[in-house]
């Protein structure tokens, strides 16, 4: 089945020790989102790719970076997480001039 | 005042109700409406999508858009147990950039 794919599910990571979430998309979708989202509140949406062509939230602090190597994966750089990165970190996929998006299930953070 | 309004609930009701879900939004150039529902510890998958005004039904559910309010609905009828999740609304426009703006989600408990 077509899917988008997050790995780890589940992160640990100290204060100020750099992380790196992963996505990987089987739907050859062209654009993908990072979003993060925390507890009982809308996901935020930190960049997203049309193609190789980055998008970056004006109020994305510079701390999160992103790379996509090829379509089908995706990766999320935490530089130096502190304790107000702890969330929910969702990939989602889409295609050309679509307003639906695929979610994958999520990768959730916790900063020690 | 933020873009997309969504009470966060949560709603509890008994098995078998009809449910209302709503939210408000204040950008008239929306003009696609979605619902994705996200159980917990998940990512959101897309539910019901809703092109300009008019009613759309799909099974126990119902969106409905009414652009002159900017206000849509989600019902749910027949509730049932499987239904306890986070349903959150999300709007973009056309033309330009799709990405949707997400309200915040509205927790939902069915109890039998």
């Known amino acids: 089945d077509a899917m988008v794919i997050q790995n780890p599910r589940y992160q640990v990571t100290q204060f100020g020790k750099p992380v790196t979430l992963s996505c990987s998309q089987t739907l050859n979708h062209n654009v993908m989102y990072w979003y993060q989202q925390k507890s009982s509140q809308a996901p935020k949406l930190l960049f997203h790719y049309y193609d190789k062509d980055f998008n970056n939230e004006a109020d994305t602090p510079d701390n999160f970076q992103s790379r996509r190597p090829n379509t089908s994966f995706c990766f999320l750089d935490i530089r130096s997480p502190g304790l107000g990165d702890a969330a929910m970190y969702l990939c989602?996929?889409?295609?050309?001039?679509?307003?639906?998006?695929?979610f994958g299930p999520g990768t959730r953070l916790t900063v020690t | 005042q933020k873009e997309v309004e969504q009470d966060p609930g949560p709603l509890s009701v008994p098995e078998g109700a009809i449910v209302s879900l709503n939210c408000t939004y204040s950008?008239?150039?929306?003009?696609?409406f979605m619902w994705y529902r996200q159980y917990s510890r998940k990512g959101p998958e897309l539910l019901m999508y809703t092109y300009s005004s008019g009613n759309k039904e799909d099974g126990r559910f119902t969106a409905q858009v009414d652009k002159s309010s900017k206000y849509i609905s989600l019902f749910i009828r027949d509730s049932q147990p499987s239904d306890s999740a986070t349903y959150l609304c999300a709007m973009s426009s056309s033309g330009g950039s799709y990405i949707p703006t997400f309200g915040r989600g509205t927790s939902l408990i069915v109890h039998p």
């Open positions: 950008n008239s150039a929306f003009q696609y």
């Open positions: 989602a996929t889409s295609g050309d001039s679509s307003y639906e998006q695929y």
